[in-house]
């Protein structure tokens, strides 16, 4: 299985702050990485296909960027709303793993 | 808008078979895209479990294909997974979900919580 490692685990910015989340893929992938968000008790939220193809009604603060083993999220300038735990997934080959997840708490 | 909606026991005992259902509204699943089951223990990550395409075509994770079925009936517009011999391991929230490309998972289900224990 290709394993999928996030870091940070948790972080704790400001709300205004930019925001970087990295996932490094045990072997290459070519772009095939997507990032989700996820708030307590719901279900995940597809934000970016393919390392750095913004979903529809996805906020333009949300990138990511690329390629073969290392990917990154950024948040141009953090919301309330952007808590939550953000999770990378990788679709180059099943089984389709996702990272340990990044916990962020506004502060 | 496609929704996805989970159904089953939310309790099942150790040994026993966890069965549960996902109604597609909004979409027809005949006409084409692969459905997806992944699951999340308490307090813990995403798991993929195995997806299915219109046609009956599935792909499961290779841990647990010992133990997963998954099945479609396009006359209900529904899918179905089937998990054998549950130990307390599988507890978790089970979610449907509708995969927009490979994999990428674009619409979910709310998910159901499935406790295994006697």
């Known amino acids: 299985d290709i394993q999928m490692t996030q870091s940070p685990s948790s972080l704790s910015p400001s709300v205004g702050d930019r925001v970087t989340i990295t996932c490094r893929a045990s072997?290459?992938?070519?772009?095939?990485l997507n990032w989700y968000h996820q708030k307590p008790g719901r279900a995940p939220n597809l934000l970016i296909l393919?390392?750095?193809n913004l979903q529809s009604g996805v906020p333009s603060r949300f990138s990511g960027s690329g390629s073969g083993t290392d990917f990154a999220l950024t948040i141009s300038s953090l919301h309330p709303e952007d808590f939550g735990t953000y999770y990378c997934?990788?679709?180059?080959?099943?089984?389709?793993?996702f990272g340990q997840g990044t916990k962020l708490e506004i502060k | 808008q496609v929704q996805l909606q989970e159904s089953g026991p939310g309790l099942v005992k150790p040994s026993e078979t966890l069965s549960l259902t996902c109604v597609v509204s909004?979409?027809?699943?005949?006409?084409?895209?692969?459905w997806g089951w992944i699951r999340q223990p308490p307090g813990k990550g995403l798991e993929w479990i195995g997806s299915?395409?219109?046609?009956?075509?599935?792909y499961y994770k290779p841990s647990l294909k010992s133990r997963v079925t998954i099945s479609v009936e396009t006359s209900r517009n529904q899918f179905s997974l089937n998990l054998t011999s549950v130990t307390a391991a599988d507890t978790a929230v089970y979610y449907c979900?509708?995969?927009?490309?490979?994999?990428?998972?674009?619409?979910w289900g709310q998910g159901t919580l499935v406790t295994v224990s006697s």
């Open positions: 979900a509708k995969e927009i490309r490979r994999g990428a998972f674009g619409s």
């Open positions: 909004g979409h027809s699943i005949s006409s084409g895209f692969y």
């Open positions: 299915i395409s219109q046609s009956g075509t599935t």
């Open positions: 393919d390392a750095s």
């Open positions: 997934q990788q679709t180059y080959g099943t089984p389709y793993t």
């Open positions: 072997q290459r992938i070519s772009n095939y």
